[in-house]
C-alpha cells in the first residue's frame, strides 16, 4: 500500500514539474514577445531582403553565372587517345598484332585550340551574364523590398481603419442611452431606440470586417517577415516626402529596377554578335602519338589539324545575321522597356500626390466636419429634436472615416511605389 501511495505521489510530483516548466516556458515566450521592438516599414523591408526565397534564388543564380564565367573562354580538355594501328585485317594471320612488324600500340594526347577570337567571345558573353544576373538579382530585391513594404502599409492601414471605427463605440453608446432615457420618460419613440440600437450593430459589424482584414494583412505581411508580423507595429514613416525627388525619378528610370539588367543584356547581345563572326575563324588542334612495335623500332608522330569554314554563306553567315537580328530586338525591348517604365513612374507619381492631397483634406477638414456634424446632432436629440439627423450624420461620419482609412492604405502603397525604385535609396522617416 505504501509503495502504491509512493508511486502516485511520484507521478503527481512529475505531472506538477512538467507543467511548472511548460508554464515557464510560455512565459518566457510571452516575454521574448513582448520584448520585441515594434516593426518599422524600413525593418520589415530589410526581413524581406534577407529572407525572400525569391531573392535567394536570384542571388544563387547571379553565383552560378559568376561560376561559369570563370570557366568562358579557356581551352578545352586534352584527349586521351589510345588504339592499335596498322593492324592486318585479312588473310590467315588476321588480327594477329604479330603479323606486321608496322602494326604498334599507339597512345597519344591531342589538344584542340579554339580561335583566340572565339574564346574572348566566349568571355565576353560570359562576362555579360554576370552582369544580367547581378542586375536581376538587385532587381529582385527591390521588388520584394516593394512588397514588403505596401504589405506593412497595408497592415497599418487596416489598423487604423479599426481604431477610426472603434472610437465611435462611445457615441453609440450615448446614443443608444438616450434614446432609451426618452422611450422611457414618455418622450421618445420605440422607433429611435430600435435605430439607435441598430446603429450600433452596424459598427460593430464594421468593426468585425476591420478585424478580419487586419487578419488578412498580417499573414500577408508574414510572408515577409514570418513571426515579426506578430508583434506591434512602429510608427508609419513620412510618406508626405519621397527619398528620391521626384523629377529624378521621372529623368533617371535606367537606374530604377526594371531596368538595370537591359544595358547588360545589350552588351551580351553584341558580345554573342563577336562570337558568331569570329566562327569565321579556323579552330585548330595539335597532337602527339607515341607508337610501340613488336621486333621493330618505336615510332612517334605529331599531327597539327585546322578547321576549314569554306562554305560560310549557309552557316556562319546565317548565325551572324541571327544574333544581329536578336540584338536589334533587344535594343527596341530596351526602348519600350523604358518607355513603359517612364509612363509607370510618371503615374506612381500621380497617385501618390493626389493621394497626399485626399490625405490632409480628410485629415484637416473632412473628418473634423464629420465628427462635428455627429456630435452637434447628437446633442440635439439628446436635447429633444429628431434622431435622424444624427443617424444621417454618423452613417457620413463612418463612411468618412473609412474613406480615409483607405485613402492612407493608398498613400502609403503609392509611396512604397516610388521609395524602392532605386537600389538603397528606400529610406522612411517616422512622422512627427
Same mark, same amino acid.
Given at each position: 500500500?505504501?509503495?502504491?501511495?509512493?508511486?502516485?505521489?511520484?507521478?503527481?510530483?512529475?505531472?506538477?514539474?512538467?507543467?511548472?516548466?511548460?508554464? +515557464?516556458?510560455?512565459?518566457?515566450?510571452?516575454?521574448?514577445?513582448? $520584448?520585441? !521592438?515594434?516593426? #518599422?516599414?524600413?525593418?520589415?523591408? @530589410?526581413?524581406?531582403?534577407? =529572407?525572400?526565397? @525569391?531573392?535567394? &534564388?536570384?542571388?544563387?543564380?547571379?553565383?552560378?553565372?559568376?561560376?561559369?564565367? *570563370?570557366?568562358?573562354?579557356?581551352?578545352?580538355?586534352?584527349?586521351?587517345?589510345?588504339?592499335?594501328?596498322?593492324?592486318?585485317?585479312?588473310?590467315?594471320?588476321?588480327?594477329?598484332?604479330?603479323?606486321?612488324?608496322?602494326?604498334?600500340?599507339?597512345?597519344?594526347?591531342?589538344?584542340?585550340?579554339?580561335?583566340?577570337?572565339?574564346?574572348?567571345?566566349? /568571355?565576353?558573353?560570359?562576362?555579360?551574364?554576370?552582369?544580367?544576373?547581378?542586375?536581376?538579382?538587385?532587381?529582385?530585391?527591390?521588388?520584394?523590398?516593394?512588397?514588403?513594404?505596401?504589405?506593412?502599409?497595408?497592415?497599418?492601414?487596416?489598423?487604423?481603419?479599426?481604431?477610426?471605427?472603434?472610437?465611435?463605440?462611445?457615441?453609440?453608446?450615448?446614443?443608444?442611452?438616450? &434614446?432609451?432615457?426618452?422611450? /422611457?420618460?414618455?418622450?421618445?419613440?420605440?422607433?429611435?431606440?430600435?435605430?439607435?440600437?441598430?446603429?450600433?450593430?452596424?459598427?460593430?459589424?464594421?468593426?468585425?470586417?476591420?478585424? &478580419?482584414?487586419?487578419?488578412?494583412?498580417?499573414?500577408?505581411? +508574414?510572408?515577409?517577415?514570418?513571426?515579426? $508580423?506578430?508583434?506591434?507595429?512602429?510608427?508609419?514613416?513620412?510618406?508626405?516626402?519621397?527619398?528620391?525627388?521626384?523629377?529624378?525619378?521621372?529623368?533617371?528610370?535606367?537606374?530604377?529596377?526594371?531596368?538595370?539588367?537591359? #544595358?547588360?543584356?545589350?552588351?551580351?547581345?553584341?558580345?554573342?554578335?563577336?562570337?558568331?563572326?569570329?566562327?569565321?575563324?579556323?579552330?585548330? /588542334?595539335?597532337?602527339?602519338?607515341?607508337?610501340?612495335?613488336?621486333?621493330? !623500332?618505336?615510332?612517334?608522330?605529331?599531327?597539327?589539324?585546322?578547321?576549314? !569554314?569554306?562554305?560560310?554563306?549557309?552557316?556562319?553567315?546565317?548565325? *551572324?545575321?541571327?544574333?544581329?537580328?536578336?540584338?536589334?530586338?533587344?535594343?527596341?525591348?530596351?526602348?519600350?522597356?523604358?518607355?513603359?517604365?517612364?509612363?509607370?513612374?510618371?503615374?506612381?507619381?500621380?497617385?501618390?500626390?493626389?493621394?497626399?492631397?485626399?490625405?490632409?483634406?480628410?485629415?484637416?477638414?473632412?473628418?473634423?466636419?464629420?465628427?462635428?456634424?455627429?456630435?452637434?446632432?447628437?446633442?440635439?436629440?439628446?436635447?429633444?429634436? /429628431?434622431?435622424?439627423?444624427?443617424?444621417?450624420?454618423?452613417?457620413?461620419?463612418?463612411?468618412?472615416?473609412?474613406?480615409?482609412?483607405?485613402?492612407?492604405?493608398?498613400?502609403?502603397?503609392?509611396?512604397?511605389?516610388? $521609395?524602392?525604385?532605386?537600389?538603397?535609396?528606400? #529610406?522612411? =522617416?517616422?512622422? !512627427?
Amino acid at each position: 500500500m505504501r509503495m502504491h501511495t509512493s508511486r502516485r505521489l511520484l507521478r503527481a510530483s512529475g505531472c506538477a514539474l512538467l507543467a511548472l516548466c511548460c508554464d +515557464a516556458a510560455f512565459a518566457q515566450s510571452l516575454h521574448e514577445a513582448d $520584448a520585441m !521592438p515594434p516593426l #518599422s516599414l524600413a525593418a520589415a523591408v @530589410q526581413l524581406a531582403a534577407a =529572407q525572400a526565397p @525569391q531573392v535567394q &534564388a536570384q542571388i544563387l543564380r547571379a553565383q552560378a553565372a559568376h561560376d561559369d564565367a *570563370i570557366r568562358a573562354g579557356r581551352l578545352p580538355d586534352p584527349k586521351l587517345v589510345v588504339g592499335i594501328d596498322n593492324l592486318t585485317a585479312t588473310g590467315p594471320l588476321a588480327f594477329d598484332a604479330a603479323a606486321d612488324d608496322m602494326t604498334m600500340r599507339t597512345l597519344g594526347v591531342m589538344q584542340e585550340i579554339p580561335a583566340r577570337a572565339k574564346r574572348r567571345a566566349e /568571355s565576353a558573353v560570359a562576362s555579360a551574364d554576370v552582369r544580367v544576373a547581378d542586375a536581376d538579382a538587385a532587381g529582385m530585391r527591390l521588388t520584394a523590398e516593394r512588397a514588403a513594404a505596401q504589405a506593412w502599409v497595408a497592415l497599418w492601414s487596416a489598423q487604423r481603419e479599426h481604431d477610426l471605427l472603434a472610437d465611435l463605440r462611445t457615441q453609440s453608446g450615448l446614443a443608444a442611452a438616450a &434614446a432609451k432615457a426618452r422611450l /422611457s420618460g414618455g418622450t421618445g419613440s420605440a422607433t429611435d431606440a430600435l435605430a439607435a440600437r441598430a446603429d450600433a450593430v452596424e459598427l460593430d459589424n464594421r468593426i468585425d470586417g476591420a478585424e &478580419a482584414d487586419i487578419a488578412m494583412a498580417r499573414a500577408a505581411l +508574414a510572408r515577409w517577415v514570418g513571426d515579426r $508580423a506578430e508583434g506591434d507595429l512602429a510608427q508609419a514613416p513620412d510618406f508626405a516626402a519621397l527619398p528620391v525627388p521626384p523629377a529624378q525619378l521621372q529623368g533617371d528610370v535606367d537606374r530604377q529596377g526594371p531596368l538595370l539588367g537591359w #544595358s547588360a543584356r545589350e552588351d551580351r547581345a553584341q558580345a554573342r554578335i563577336d562570337l558568331a563572326r569570329a566562327g569565321k575563324r579556323p579552330d585548330w /588542334s595539335v597532337s602527339l602519338n607515341y607508337g610501340e612495335r613488336i621486333g621493330r !623500332p618505336d615510332m612517334i608522330s605529331v599531327m597539327v589539324g585546322f578547321s576549314l !569554314p569554306l562554305f560560310p554563306g549557309n552557316r556562319q553567315d546565317r548565325d *551572324i545575321s541571327a544574333r544581329y537580328a536578336e540584338r536589334d530586338a533587344v535594343l527596341a525591348e530596351h526602348e519600350d522597356a523604358r518607355r513603359a517604365q517612364r509612363e509607370g513612374v510618371a503615374a506612381a507619381l500621380a497617385a501618390w500626390q493626389g493621394e497626399d492631397k485626399q490625405v490632409r483634406r480628410y485629415r484637416n477638414e473632412l473628418l473634423p466636419l464629420a465628427q462635428d456634424r455627429s456630435r452637434t446632432a447628437l446633442a440635439a436629440y439628446r436635447g429633444g429634436a /429628431s434622431l435622424q439627423p444624427w443617424l444621417d450624420a454618423r452613417r457620413d461620419e463612418i463612411d468618412a472615416r473609412i474613406a480615409y482609412a483607405q485613402a492612407l492604405d493608398a498613400w502609403g502603397k503609392a509611396w512604397a511605389a516610388l $521609395a524602392y525604385l532605386i537600389p538603397d535609396s528606400g #529610406s522612411a =522617416q517616422e512622422m !512627427p
